[in-house]
C-alpha cells in the first residue's frame, strides 16, 4: 500500500473512534432552572359564620392577608360563603373594633363549615379591639 492510503486509512480510523468518545466527554448543555411557578392550590368550599357580643362597628375577615370580607355595623349573626385553599389547618385572621362606648369585655366566634368535613368552632376575646388569628384543624 502507499504510504498516503495508509496515512488516510489510520487517520479515518482515528476519527472514526474519537467520535464517539467527544459525544461521550463534551460537557452537558445548561438546563434551565426549574419554573418557580406553582400550580394554584385546589379550592373548597366552606361556609363561614361569625357571632359577636356587643355590636361591633367593623369586622374584617383575612386569609393569608387576603382580605376575605369586612362588615361595617354587622348584625348577628354574619354569614358568607368563602372559597379557601383545601387543607387540614385553616388560620383566619380576624380584627374587630366596637364602639368607645361598649362596654367590658366583647368576643367574636367563627364557625367553619366545609362541604364535606365536620363545623368546627372557635371563639376569641377582646376590649374594644380584637385581632387575632383562629385556626381550624381537621
Do not use: C
Not at 461521550?24 to 426549574?34: F, I, R, V
Request: glycine share 4%; no cysteine.
Amino acid at each position: 500500500m502507499s504510504p498516503v492510503l495508509t496515512s488516510t486509512l489510520t487517520l479515518a480510523g482515528v476519527i472514526a473512534a474519537a467520535l464517539p468518545l467527544l459525544w461521550l466527554t463534551a460537557p452537558a448543555p445548561p438546563q434551565e432552572p426549574p419554573t418557580t411557578q406553582q400550580q394554584p392550590a385546589e379550592q373548597q368550599d366552606v361556609y363561614a359564620t361569625l357571632t359577636f357580643s356587643g355590636a361591633p362597628s367593623v369586622i374584617i375577615l383575612r386569609h393569608n392577608g387576603t382580605t376575605l370580607k369586612e362588615w361595617h355595623s354587622p348584625t348577628a349573626p354574619a354569614e358568607t360563603p368563602l372559597s379557601l385553599p383545601a387543607a387540614d389547618t385553616i388560620e383566619l385572621e380576624a380584627e374587630a373594633t366596637w364602639p368607645a362606648d361598649a362596654s367590658g369585655q366583647n368576643a367574636i366566634t367563627i364557625t367553619l363549615e366545609p362541604a364535606d368535613k365536620e363545623s368546627r368552632s372557635s371563639t376569641r376575646w377582646g376590649d374594644s379591639v380584637l385581632h387575632d388569628i383562629f385556626t381550624f384543624t381537621w
